[in-house]
């Protein structure tokens, strides 16, 4: 498995997965109801039928990943990115966690 992050376009199966799916964008965070209330890796789609609903997204994380069927584009300019999210995701991911809580005991 390659390390995290895949560049865009690549193209997945997840675990228990039934349908392919595109890496679309990177570090999602959630809103709304969202029952997991966390923050994911990767935003998707179905592939190769792409965005069908734009309110609709596959939200998952790099040990999600069962298998990959082809890596999208990687040039400078996509290691020089793959670093910075390296860098900032815990971070990220920390203060999703932080605000959810902060917000959810706001509503008690």
């Given at each position: 498995?390659?390390?995290?992050?895949?560049?865009?376009?690549?193209?997945?199966?997840?675990?228990?997965?039934?349908?392919?799916?595109?890496?679309?964008?990177?570090?999602?965070?959630?809103?709304?109801?969202?029952?997991?209330?966390?923050?994911?890796?990767?935003?998707?789609?179905?592939?190769?039928?792409?965005?069908?609903d734009s309110k609709?997204?596959?939200?998952?994380?790099?040990?999600?990943?069962?298998?990959?069927?082809?890596?999208?584009?990687?040039?400078?300019?996509?290691?020089?990115?793959?670093?910075?999210?390296?860098?900032?995701?815990?971070t990220?991911?920390?203060?999703?966690?932080?605000?959810?809580?902060?917000?959810?005991?706001?509503?008690?």
């Open positions: 498995m390659k390390e995290k992050f895949l560049p865009i376009g690549s193209v997945v199966r997840l675990k228990n997965g039934v349908k392919n799916v595109m890496i679309m964008s990177y570090l999602i965070f959630p809103t709304g109801n969202d029952q997991h209330k966390e923050m994911y890796d990767y935003g998707g789609c179905a592939f190769p039928e792409g965005v069908i609709v997204g596959i939200g998952f994380n790099h040990d999600q990943i069962e298998e990959i069927i082809h890596v999208g584009l990687e040039d400078d300019e996509f290691n020089q990115l793959n670093t910075t999210l390296k860098e900032v995701c815990e990220f991911r920390e203060e999703y966690k932080k605000t959810i809580a902060e917000t959810e005991n706001k509503g008690e």
